[in-house]
């Protein structure tokens, strides 16, 4: 009787279905809460363009301070209320600042920053991706970003993926104030990393930036200035009422939640997949955003 037992069960073993694996998506909706972190409201760029539309960018103020403190600045003085959109290239990037402007900087903007296109490695709890990177030793992930990193050279730095958000400068040893700001419109141009300080992310609102108008001059420009597109102003979220201000999260990329996204990012076996990539890059297992629950 035991032995039949011992059969029994070992059939129903054999037989059960084998655990359906979890898709990205599933496993983000599925994360506890102690798997996000909030974003400060004061690294919330928040820019409303005259159309209507709203782009919200999260800042990076552990890899770029004073460029992240110049463009606090820059919105607390309003220096972008009245500029516009003035470069949309196919595939690249989209602009916006007060192109060839001799408006003044408002008082604490730094009008020549250190060249803040990478940090230090020390004092970053980095995640390592797990596959190769194409442009740097390692790829990974810190303090909620994703990251291109040099054991050997003890040094970090913000990758340029879709989304996100760099400073517009001049050729070298201009380091840009932060005041001619770009987003990633199209394939990740992460030739650029390392070579112009990496800000932010647009975290609502890509859309709105990479559905314009292509420019038709050289480089995407516009081709004069009714095609430009107007902002009618930017603020710091914290300089919004608490009833009006926006609110974000993002994974911590230390959680076991945001581990397991990667890897499923990496081998996806759910019913859609015939074959599993066994790999990803490092701008496509982007951090994931969500607005922060009520």
């Not at 990076?60 to 972008?80: E, Q, S, T």
């Not at 797990?130 to 909620?144: E, L």
């Not at 040099?150 to 050729?171: E, F, W």
Request: hydrophobic fraction near 45%; charge should be positive.
């Amino acid at each position: 009787m035991r032995k039949l037992l011992l059969v029994s069960a070992a059939l129903l073993i054999a037989a059960a279905p084998p655990t359906k694996p979890k898709t990205p998506s599933e496993i983000v909706a599925e994360a506890p809460a102690s798997a996000w972190r909030d974003i400060p409201a004061d690294d919330l760029l928040v820019m409303n363009l005259r159309n209507g539309a709203q782009v919200v960018i999260q800042l990076a103020p552990v890899f770029a301070p004073v460029h992240v403190a110049n463009i606090r600045a820059l919105a607390k003085g309003g220096w972008w209320s009245g500029a516009a959109i003035y470069r949309v290239q196919d595939n690249y990037v989209v602009q916006w600042g007060n192109d060839e402007s001799t408006k003044p900087l408002p008082a604490g903007v730094i009008a020549k920053p250190p060249a803040e296109y990478h940090r230090a490695l020390k004092g970053l709890a980095v995640r390592p991706l797990g596959y190769a990177d194409v442009y740097a030793p390692n790829g990974g992930f810190a303090a909620g970003w994703p990251i291109a990193y040099d054991p050997k050279a003890g040094t970090a730095n913000l990758a340029h993926c879709y989304g996100y958000v760099g400073v517009g400068r001049d050729l070298s040893p201009d380091t840009g104030t932060g005041g001619e700001l770009y987003a990633v419109i199209g394939h990740a141009p992460r030739h650029l990393d390392r070579n112009i300080a990496v800000v932010g992310r647009v975290i609502e609102g890509i859309e709105r930036l990479s559905s314009l108008p292509r420019g038709t001059e050289a480089l995407g420009f516009y081709k004069d200035a009714s095609m430009h597109v107007p902002i009618a102003m930017v603020r710091l979220a914290s300089e919004i009422p608490s009833s009006e201000r926006p609110a974000y999260q993002h994974m911590d990329t230390g959680s076991a939640s945001f581990g397991a996204y990667v890897k499923a990012r990496a081998n996806r076996k759910d019913d859609f997949f015939v074959r599993p990539a066994g790999g990803v890059d490092l701008c496509n297992a982007a951090v994931p955003i969500r607005k922060k629950p009520a």
